[in-house]
DNA sequence: TATATTTGCAACCAATCGGTTTCGTATAAA
DNA sequence: TTTATACGAAACCGATTGGTTGCAAATATA
């Protein structure tokens, strides 16, 4: 079972959970109603942001509340931290190694 | 065909390349002998990844130089930038959520 | 020119994905 | 206590995914 952050925000469906439940959590029925497929299919994209953490549940009563763990978000920042560097950059960075290849074989 | 920049990244053996060009533009066969699958594996990875734009290719001769596009991957962060503030608050906004709740049914 | 190298593309295959329907359980309401 | 509601889990299904092998085209080299 591949439980990984990227992999969960793959999917449209879920980006789009994440963004409704941002701004408030909600549950499971809820959510579902913004959607055109089946309350069952919701679930099951909740239970995989769960599962890989980009959720966090709270039950009251019969109901359960889905809130955005923003801990887990900052992760994909971390990831992509690695690279901002790089698009600050002006250089066309190919264009450089083309050049000194060119170069070398002069 | 869904070609998506999320839908990229969620492979981990896409983001390994990522990574492997960041730091310098390189060949389809130079990439390939980073990992154990086959080299066409490999060209079907950098073929998803052309066609979302997270990577440009540059023809020399009979070789194609793949190299990352900053640009796209701005996007991803873009993305992120709407939730950040949501990470950076010290609020448990669920917890204010059901106090709100709670407190009207007294 | 003949041969080797670099690459993309197509066909195929098992595994996974996102959806459905059906069911069981737990809590709230009548 | 009986009934309605909220939810997750399981079984199933077609489409997509990531991998393979085989092949054709273009460019470099002998």
Redesign the interface.
């Known amino acids: 079972m591949r439980r ?1 952050v ?2 969960a ?2 999917d ?1 469906t879920r ?1 789009a959970i ?2 409704l439940i ?1 701004a ?2 909600m549950t499971p029925n809820a959510i579902a109603e913004h959607f055109d497929s089946t309350r069952q299919a919701v679930s099951k994209h909740l239970r995989i942001l769960t599962e890989c953490e980009l959720l ?1 549940q ?1 039950q ?1 009563g019969r109901e359960i ?1 889905y ?2 763990n ?2 887990k ?2 992760e ?2 971390k ?2 931290e ?3 560097k ?4 002006r250089f066309n ?3 450089e ?2 050049l000194t ?1 060119k170069n070398k074989k002069k």
């Open positions: 990984d990227f992999q925000i793959a449209p980006r994440i963004l941002a408030q959590a966090k709270e009251s509340y809130q955005l923003g801990t978000m900052k994909i920042d990831w992509l690695q690279y901002k790089i698009w600050e950059s960075q190919l264009d190694v083309l290849l």
